[in-house]
């Protein structure tokens, strides 16, 4: 309870005091009335300084608070229970960095705080109840937080310093401020960069130092930038950690001192006597200067060691001079030593340095290489010789010497040799002075004479090591000789040609060129053939056409390919082969045949018959016969397939009754007169009679077996195809079931007998009956019982073998020519005539050989496709 309680009466101010209640109603007697009726006056609690609610007294508050944060609360209490309000109010001319809620009493902060600024605020806190009004002064303490960076307060600054401080000096000391307290108050220091590596800094008192070990040198840099990094101890700012820090520059100029000798630019240093340089002449001139950049001192020159007195040196400007005639000269190299020195101030020569010079007398560069033959300087050479010599050869016929008068590096050139291809080559290939010139063959395949009548090179002599590069070419003509080194060649591997088979004896056929590239009598060429296909040709010895003997007769029907070799040889039997292929080609020069004029045949119903012609020419189109019906007896009631000849009745007749409607005759035998046309230019056609019998098929009995048999019996090849695919059938079947168990015997590892097992045949008693198969032909020749059923296999009568279970039938043998029975039905066939049988058995040889002749001949060019490509 606060012992002052500040009231209003009658608009007077009164102080009244707690602890002396007494004798200050004493004093105002005027007030015993009041006293009586005392009204108390409102108070704060007082909740000490770190309560979030009271009377503001001890409160302090961190400057990274976010402006309107609820800070604290006011909090006090009317003796007699009145409602209070609470005020704030600071100092006139301060900032009001506080607002209150009069009812709740919360505090917020309205304004940024900076303790770096103001570290405490007055505040006059109030409460009343409506007639008493009590005002306190608290201060609140503004505490510090990590928000500020520390200050340099000397950088950037420049320090100059001596080339010769002493490793480990001191510089320079960096001041920094941070004005914030605690941790965030302290500051390290810290160098930044690559001149971390020649400069160090005390961490705590900013010192900054030449590091240890290392030392400044105004020659190789003569300014150094060092950035120094102050950084605070860290902080709590806004609820975490902080680190700040700040950077400056330092500009260390480092001072020249005179502790460097002179050097020499632009060494090392070669100078160079002539033969013609006269005494008194420049030979080289050296330069030098003051190692100390910064502050240099004047350079003298002179000479230490090998100048033999011979050459001289102006100590000013470093002018090396020939003092005598180059034909005194002992020596062909000097090795001068050149000394610079500095001057100091009174004269006195100081830090000096050396550098040696080599001085060369030299031959002067004025005659350049000469060739020479067996009569003096000569600039053409000739040579005959025959083509493809040896490699590795001499060319002695060509005698060749080259000089150089000059001496040492002067008369050092090189030897080349220009011109078609590389067949020649050039020994040596340096030479110093004087050589003599050896030329070699170096490929003798390409020096041909059908190539190369003469051939041209350049002889070059250049020099090598000279500024001048004087040169001496000559040339060097070689004729070459012709020798009989070529073969004939023929213009093509093979000749293809083609000769109507009508032509004449004596006809030409192709005409085949080869070319020898050699001159004179060893060009000439004589041609020549032979092989087996060379029987009916001829061939012209000079002039290569090759023509059908005069006797001879083709035929595209007998033989329609030949081929043999054709030879070209020259003088001296160097030869050559091509191959010559020969098509024959056909003619239409054959009518199509039937085998007789008046054919017989008997049609079933619903089934064709056909008829066949052949036309012996043998390419198509000549050979394809196209079938038409050219009369009918009765009309329009039969179709033919104009490619196969197959004739069918029309759709419409499916019966004998209509067949008797359209005929009224009791025999239906029918004549259709059919053409047979080929395709050849000019075309050829004959002409056949067909008498047809009409008639219907025969229900035979024996079931689907019996009707298959029935419509194959014009087909025997097609039944015995059927038949051997049945029997292969079986034989697979029987293979793979014998396989499977014997396979599963295996695996389930039975144990089978050693010695076979004999069994012994079923006796008829047992039960088992025969199997009597009927024969859909009816009986053969033999009758009942006749041998010819036993080539049915399977047909006739058997008795099998009682197995386990019911065995399946075995498959039939194949049957006897149809000739052996006479068939139920009528037959449809077609004969064909004996000589055309023959003739197409001799076309199929023949067909043979061509397919045999064309794949040799794609053998043979597909090699020789190789053979180029490789």
Same mark, same amino acid.
């Given at each position: ?19 002396? =209640? ?10 015993? $009335? ?17 309560? *979030? ?33 609470? @005020? ?44 008493? %009004? ?17 200050? $340099?307060?000397?950088?950037?600054? +420049? ?82 950690? =902080? ?8 500009? +260390?100029?480092?001072?020249?001192? =005179? ?129 493809? &010599? ?29 011109? &078609? ?25 390409? #020096? ?40 004939? %060649? ?8 083609? +000769? ?5 004896? @004596? ?12 001159? @004179? ?81 008997? #049609?079933?119903?619903?089934? &064709?018959?056909?008829? *066949? ?16 019906? #050219? ?24 019966? #004998? ?26 075309? $050829? ?29 014009? %087909? ?10 049945? +029997? ?37 008693? =047992? ?9 859909? $032909? ?8 006749? &041998?010819?059923?036993?080539g049915w296999g399977g047909l006739g009568s058997f008795r099998p073998q009682p197995p386990a279970h019911p065995p399946p039938p075995c498959p039939p043998a194949l049957p006897p020519p149809a000739s052996q029975y006479h068939w139920a039905v009528p037959t449809v066939s077609g004969g064909v005539a004996v000589a055309a049988k023959a003739k197409r058995k001799q076309r199929s040889k023949e067909d043979l050989m061509n397919k045999a002749l064309v794949s040799e001949l794609k053998m043979r060019l597909e090699q020789k496709r190789l053979q180029n490509q490789y």
């Amino acid at each position: 309870m606060p012992k002052h309680i500040q009231y209003l009466f009658n608009d007077e101010h009164f102080l009244l005091d707690l602890s002396n =209640q007494r004798d200050s109603f004493a004093q105002h007697p005027s007030l015993s $009335f009041f006293t009586a009726q005392a009204d108390f006056a409102p108070y704060f609690y007082d909740n000490g300084p770190y309560i *979030q609610n009271g009377n503001l007294a001890l409160f302090s508050l961190s400057e990274d608070t976010a402006v309107g944060t609820h800070i604290y609360s006011l909090n006090g209490t009317d003796p007699e229970g009145q409602e209070v309000r609470y @005020g704030l109010a600071f100092d006139p001319g301060s900032k009001q960095y506080f607002r209150v809620d009069p009812v709740s009493g919360n505090i917020t902060l309205v304004e940024k705080l900076d303790r770096e600024k103001q570290d405490s605020i007055d505040v006059l806190v109030s409460i009343t109840d409506g007639r008493s %009004k009590v005002v306190e002064r608290v201060t609140v303490f503004v505490m510090d937080a990590n928000d500020e960076k520390p200050e $340099f307060q000397n950088m950037p600054a +420049i320090v100059n310093v001596l080339e010769t401080a002493q490793s480990g000096s001191s510089l320079f000391q960096v001041q920094a401020l941070d004005r914030d307290t605690g941790s965030g108050g302290s500051i390290n220091y810290y160098l930044q960069g690559a001149q971390s590596s020649l400069f160090s800094i005390d961490r705590h008192s900013g010192v900054l130092r030449i590091r240890s070990g290392e030392t400044l040198d105004y020659e190789k840099s003569k300014t150094h930038f060092v950035t120094v990094i102050a950084k605070d101890g860290g902080g709590d700012f806004n609820g975490r950690e =902080q680190f700040m820090s700040s950077s400056a520059s330092l500009t +260390i100029n480092v001072l020249d001192q =005179q502790d460097t000798p002179p050097s020499f630019l632009g060494t090392p240093y070669f100078g160079f006597v002539y033969e013609v340089s006269l005494p008194g002449s420049e030979v080289y001139r050296v330069l030098a200067k003051d190692g100390d950049a910064g502050n240099p001192n004047p350079i003298v020159y002179s000479m230490d060691d090998g100048d033999d007195g011979v050459f001289g040196i102006n100590k000013t400007n470093g002018r090396i001079t020939l003092l005598t005639q180059p034909g005194n000269l002992k020596r062909e190299i000097f090795n001068i030593i050149v000394r610079a020195s500095e001057v100091g101030e009174n004269g006195k020569l100081l830090d000096y340095g050396t550098t040696p010079v080599v001085i060369r007398v030299v031959d002067l560069n004025n005659n350049p290489p000469t060739f020479y033959g067996e009569h003096g300087p000569q600039n053409t050479f000739q040579l005959t010789m025959n083509e493809h &010599p040896p490699e590795g050869e001499i060319l002695r016929g060509l005698k060749i010497t080259v000089n150089d008068s000059d001496q040492g590096a002067n008369a050092k050139f090189n030897l080349r040799l220009i011109g &078609p291809g590389r067949m020649l080559r050039v020994v040596p290939q340096t030479v110093l002075n004087e050589a003599q010139v050896t030329i070699l063959v170096d490929d003798s395949s390409s #020096m041909d004479y059908e190539k190369y009548q003469f051939l041209t090179y350049k002889l070059l002599a250049v020099e090598i090591d000279t500024p001048e590069r004087f040169s001496a070419t000559a040339d060097i003509i070689i004729h070459l000789l012709d020798t009989n080194d070529n073969a004939p %060649k023929f213009s093509s591997d093979y000749y293809i040609a083609r +000769i109507p088979e009508n032509s004449p004896g @004596g006809s030409n056929v192709v005409s085949v060129t080869a070319t020898d590239p050699d001159s @004179g009598r060893w060009g000439e060429v004589r041609y020549s053939i032979y092989g087996s296909g060379a029987d009916l040709f001829l061939i012209q010895p000079a002039s290569g056409i090759i023509y059908t003997q005069p006797w001879a007769s083709l035929d595209a029907e007998l033989r329609s390919k030949y081929n043999f070799y054709v030879k070209a040889e020259d003088t001296e039997g160097k030869y050559s082969l091509a191959e010559v292929f020969v098509t024959v080609l056909d003619l239409n020069d054959h009518s199509p045949a039937f085998n007789q004029n008046l054919l017989e045949k008997t #049609m079933v119903i619903g089934a &064709p018959v056909m008829i *066949q012609a052949v036309d012996e020419d043998a390419e198509e189109p000549n050979n394809v016969i196209e079938y038409s019906i #050219m009369k009918a007896d009765p009309d329009n009631i039969f179709d033919i397939n104009t490619s196969t000849g197959e004739i069918v009745l029309k759709s419409y007749v499916k019966s #004998m009754a209509i067949v008797q409607n359209i005929t009224k005759q009791k025999e239906c035998v029918w004549s259709v007169v059919v053409q047979a046309r080929d395709q050849g230019q000019p075309s $050829f056609s004959t002409t056949a009679v067909l008498k047809i019998d009409i008639t219907e098929a025969t229900q035979l009995g024996g079931g689907p077996l019996s009707t298959f048999l029935m419509q194959s019996r014009d %087909k025997p090849l097609q039944l015995l195809a059927m038949l051997a695919g049945v +029997i292969g059938t079986m034989v697979v079947v029987t293979v793979t079931i014998s396989t499977a168990t014997f396979l599963r015997n295996k695996r389930s590892n039975r144990v089978l007998p050693h010695r076979r097992v004999r069994r012994r045949p079923p006796k008829p008693s =047992q039960g088992w009956s025969t199997w009597t198969l009927p024969r859909p $032909f009816g009986q053969g020749r033999g009758g009942q019982g006749d &041998p010819a059923d036993k080539g049915w296999g399977g047909l006739g009568s058997f008795r099998p073998q009682p197995p386990a279970h019911p065995p399946p039938p075995c498959p039939p043998a194949l049957p006897p020519p149809a000739s052996q029975y006479h068939w139920a039905v009528p037959t449809v066939s077609g004969g064909v005539a004996v000589a055309a049988k023959a003739k197409r058995k001799q076309r199929s040889k023949e067909d043979l050989m061509n397919k045999a002749l064309v794949s040799e001949l794609k053998m043979r060019l597909e090699q020789k496709r190789l053979q180029n490509q490789y």
